[in-house]
């Protein structure tokens, strides 16, 4: 793969699997059950959900988690095994699907249950319920629960499985998140008392992992903490989490300007003296933010070095004034470390007026995805 990098566009982006594997041990020793929920949806937040869930599955994830149905299959024509969760909507002609696949479904509107009647298969169809304690995207109501169960209890072959929800501020607001918790503990409680409890609860994303013991229930429901980036950069992560995660190219040409050269598009950036500039082939396509023309940096030979004049589609400028022994072949950093120097996925987002999960997802199909092992 490295060589083959070499050959062609020199960018690419190394998923340390090593890292993965000790971050998803460190958030399964959180829980006393040890079942972890890998969230893998969006192609694994763009890094290659076939290859990071078959490295966890290896290490035994409890189950998957995704967005639709078309990932689901992508995962289970990948050979992944384990069971899996599909968190968004589900057409009813999937069901038959679905159940073949022994993929799970989530019920998040009252009114599926008429399009589950159209459900004749003999194999059994399992459902999670979600439940809607304040994030208000999706969800049931929680004074429908009782009555969803009772209409569904005479399903012959449709099963609720689990049980979840979804906090929307475990990041940043603990009230709200501790009213969301109270909220989704009445209900269980009420669940618990009819002895109608579902096997499976879950509620704990990234952020609840990291702030909220007391929601960790059955199930923990990772995403990006998987990739040892915080879901919000003012949460540290705990020091046996590790960053797995960097995006590299190589310098392609280098040029020297005098005082008063205009770089890349609409002049922009104007050399205020003797200056020496370096291409590199990564742009907006690729999914480097616009927003960080003249504003970012990047790590050329262990040092910063700021991008200079607007990010084009495909390449984009670096001054590198000064720097020794510079030349088309040096390593770029664009998030990831180099020596001892580093710039986390979390800053560089947060230059970029943006979270880590939009960065991550945006990175174009057309770079490389390298996985390190040991």
Not at 166 to 182: G, L, M, P, V, W
Not at 324 to 345: C, M, R, W
Request: net charge positive; proline share 4%; with cysteine.
């Amino acid at each position: 793969m490295v060589d083959e990098i070499e050959m062609n566009r020199p960018t690419w982006v190394e998923i340390n699997l090593e890292s993965i594997k000790n971050n998803f041990e460190a958030i399964k020793n959180l829980t006393p059950t040890n079942r972890v929920i890998c969230v893998v949806k969006a192609d694994a937040y763009g890094l290659g959900a076939k290859e990071i869930a078959r490295e966890l599955e290896k290490h035994s994830a409890f189950a998957f988690a995704v967005a639709s149905m078309e990932e689901a299959l992508e995962l289970r024509e990948g050979g992944i095994k384990n069971p899996i969760l599909v968190l968004g909507y589900v057409d009813t002609r999937n069901l038959e699907v679905a159940a073949v696949n022994d993929i799970r479904i989530t019920l998040f509107d009252k009114d599926f249950i008429k399009r589950l009647k159209e459900y004749k298969l003999d194999t059994p169809l399992y459902i999670h319920l979600k439940v809607d304690t304040g994030m208000h995207r999706l969800g049931v109501d929680p004074n429908e629960v009782m009555s969803i169960f009772e209409e569904l209890s005479s399903f012959r072959n449709v099963f609720i499985e689990g049980i979840y929800t979804h906090f929307s501020s475990a990041d940043s607001s603990k009230e709200y998140t501790e009213f969301q918790i109270k909220k989704f503990n009445t209900l269980l409680n009420g669940l618990q008392n009819r002895k109608i409890k579902p096997p499976l609860v879950h509620a704990a994303n990234s952020a609840t992992i990291l702030n909220f013991r007391e929601a960790y229930y059955d199930a923990l429901r990772p995403g990006i903490l998987l990739y040892g980036v915080s879901p919000n950069i003012n949460l540290a992560l705990p020091n046996d989490f590790s960053k797995a995660v960097s995006l590299k190219t190589r310098i392609i040409k280098v040029s020297h300007y005098k005082k008063g050269e205009a770089i890349s598009y609409g002049r922009t950036y104007i050399t205020d003296g003797d200056k020496t500039i370096a291409t590199v082939p990564i742009g907006y396509a690729d999914g480097v933010p616009r927003n960080l023309s003249n504003t970012g940096y990047v790590l050329v030979k262990g040092q910063f070095a700021r991008i200079v004049g607007t990010i084009t589609m495909d390449m984009l400028m670096i001054d590198v004034t000064g720097f020794p022994y510079i030349h088309p072949g040096n390593e770029v950093v664009i998030f990831g470390s180099q020596g001892d120097k580093a710039i986390t996925l979390e800053e560089f987002s947060q230059r970029a007026l943006t979270i880590p999960y939009e960065i991550l997802t945006r990175l174009n199909k057309r770079i490389k995805r390298v996985y390190l092992k040991k």
